[in-house]
Structures are given as C-alpha cells and as structure tokens.
C-alpha cells in the first residue's frame, strides 16, 4: 500500500454493481466482505476493495476522514 491508495480511496467511485457510483470509501461492509470471501475483481478496483475491506474489518475507516477534506 502507498499514500496515493489512500486518497483513491475517498475519491474512486465504484464503477459497477449494486453501489456503482459510490465511493469506495462509502462502501458498506458487507459489501466487502462479500468480495472478500467470493474474491476481489482483478486490477486496481481489486486491490483497493480489499484494502477498504481490510481498513473497514480493523475498525480504521476514521483514517480516512482528514483526506476528505483534501
């Protein structure tokens, strides 16, 4: 992970599915945690859904809040 993935977190929309046009960052839990479990899409939309599924199963999501201000 670097800085930038971060960032792209709070500004990335999903691009397909139930939440497309959601922010990755926005994305309930469940939703990602279905991802985790049936697997992440191939790619950087992969790599950071499983970066918000793990940043959302420790409880850590308030990291995110000072790059929304950005």
């Known amino acids: 992970m670097n ?8 500004t990335l ?9 959601r922010l990755i960052a926005d994305l ?3 939703y990602l945690n279905w991802f985790a479990r049936e697997g992440f899409p191939k790619g950087e939309i992969g ?10 199963h420790n409880g850590l ?3 995110l809040t000072p790059l929304r201000k950005q």
């Open 61 to 63: 999501s308030d990291l």
């Open 3 to 10: 800085p930038e993935d971060l960032q792209r977190l709070v």
């Open 28 to 30: 309930p839990g469940q």
């Open 47 to 56: 790599r950071l859904l499983a970066l918000m599924q793990e940043i959302d």
């Open 13 to 21: 929309a999903m691009p397909y599915g139930k939440y497309k046009g």
